[in-house]
């Protein structure tokens, strides 16, 4: 059952902070775009159906990545999208978006969408990974 809309904002507008459900749909809409250009396959595909439609329709319409990003730079190109981001307000929204999107994806799919994606992505989706070195 896919997540609704109107949660789903809710959700990424309440952990983000964002004083507007704008700023909210803003991240929201350049999080997924990044994220699926970096997701391919089953789980892209079984991922969409879990978000809302609008996610849904923008995860699997993403633009084509060239190579994958490590995490750090996943946010720094986040923050390249998004008019007056700093590193951290980037991070912050990257966030606040995979945190959602890990919440409706469940921990089965959430552990095989990190297995195709660099390390550090773990923590991206507020999932980070026992045993992995702090740094």
Partial sequence: M???WEPFLAAVRERGEYS???EAERAIRVVLALLGA???GGERAELAPRLPET??????????AHEP?????FVRATGAWID???DETAKWDV????????DAAGEDLM???LLQLPPGYDLLFGRPRPGRPLE
Avoid: I, K, Y
């Fill in 69 to 73: 990003l490590s995490a750090e730079r």
């Fill in 38 to 40: 970096h997701l391919v």
């Fill in 2 to 4: 896919p997540m609704r």
């Fill in 55 to 64: 996610c849904a329709l923008v995860l699997l319409n993403p633009l084509p």
């Fill in 95 to 102: 966030g606040a978006v995979l945190s959602v999107v890990a």
């Fill in 84 to 86: 007056g981001a700093t």
């Fill in 111 to 113: 552990n095989r969408v």
């Fill in 20 to 22: 507007s459900p704008e």
